[in-house]
DNA sequence: TGTGAATGTAAATAACATTTACATAGCTAA
DNA sequence: TTAGCTATGTAAATGTTATTTACATTCACA
């Protein structure tokens, strides 16, 4: 349990130090490059330095390290949606676009963690601890959207905030899968991902019934109640935002 | 390029006869069980009954066995799409609607095509047939879409048809990864992935001012322009549908 | 300082992917 | 019909991987 020697002696003597960690980070390398598939036991224990037998000492089996990863990446996942809610702030509708921008900035930044994550085929409900962290992930979602129901302007029947959430998420999982990372990133799109997700998100809230043009709140006129224009208007002016939010119909 | 003798000797001899197709029917099924990074190649050759080195004359190596899976799905995925598109009768939303559930219905009943086609980690863009193929599937979500927007309602703006066939491309394929197949089905969801597909779309729908309380319209009330509220009323009504696409507000 | 627990190594096993040299069957042209 | 070319299979060899087992080296600490 004690790793005193971590930085003094990272490399050479008959104990590695570290393994388990250089394992990890190694095992990351090589699944940024060939994918989950493409990444082999033998090579992270190569580019650690030690023997192909060294890293059972560590892990069960390759997939145990798999796991162990995809674990670590749902909780960097749960911490930069956690930080792009930020609470809500400086309005629900807002901070909710911020989080969906997280999403896919996560699987473009992290496409190893993303990839062991989502797109391993690891049985992630067969690992009772994988299961929970990436439950904490998604439940930044669904607080999000239980803050967002909460909102339902006047009029509109409060949608339930599960299904919100669950809308979210596939939105964001689909563009992320589809439009956001590997080859089908080089789709010729009329958009950018971003954009994409972004234009989505918008449409579906307003879709139900929320006022979707953000802008920061008057002071403390959140989380209370009503947004500004979902006190005022009838809601969900057809028109809605100038040009829809996909930008002007040129 | 003669199989005369495909039914007559499908099994003995030194020559298999049809050993193309047997490699590409037992591949679908390991891939079903164990999914496209559990298949091996050896595997589909025993299954066949013949020697490891046999498949070898059919496909130049294991991904180009892949490749023809995942051609085929995306050739079946597009008719099925079509044929649920079913240019656009009875009308236009209802035959949306149904083009959706074909993409779920796909995905949980062909799960080897739809696992060699969207899970398997082969590079689409690196084979110009299978890209040229997945386009063609993309296409029937883009002609629906295209018909769809046409019947954009007075008032609002005429969304880019391109980016509506990506949204809801994202949200088929995104309700599908996450909650229509594999581990993640278990999930304890509040209501079905078809159930869940379909008030996304309706919602997004609606987002861009549709009407989407489908209903046969009336006998040639559409193609042409308008269809039955998006002429009267305000094109989006904040109540919607009773109780909205998601069922009673219980 | 002696010793058990932790961490590595080497060697062995079994499964694959893939290649190569050789065998056999099918078909076509003389 | 048959010689010979082509397509389709096989067996054996190579090189890599995952994983296990028996043995070696350190570490931590009583």
Redesign the pocket.
Known sequence: ??W??EER?AER????????EALLQAALGLIAEKGAAG?????A??MA??????????F????ELLSSIAQRGFEQFESRLTGAWDDGRPDTVTAFERVGRAYLAFAREEPAFYNAMFESGLPVDANPALQAASERAFNVIRAAAERLAALAPRGAPRPPAMMMALHIWSMAHGVASLFSRGDAARRKLPMSPDELLEAEVLIYLRGLGFPTDRRAPAKGAEPPPVPPEAASGSGVPPGGTPGGPWGKPK
């Open positions: 349990m004690s005193r020697k002696r003597g008959y104990h590695h130090g570290n393994l388990k990444f082999t036991f033998a090579d224990a190569r330095g030690v023997s192909a037998a060294a890293p059972y000492r560590h069960r089996d390759r997939d």
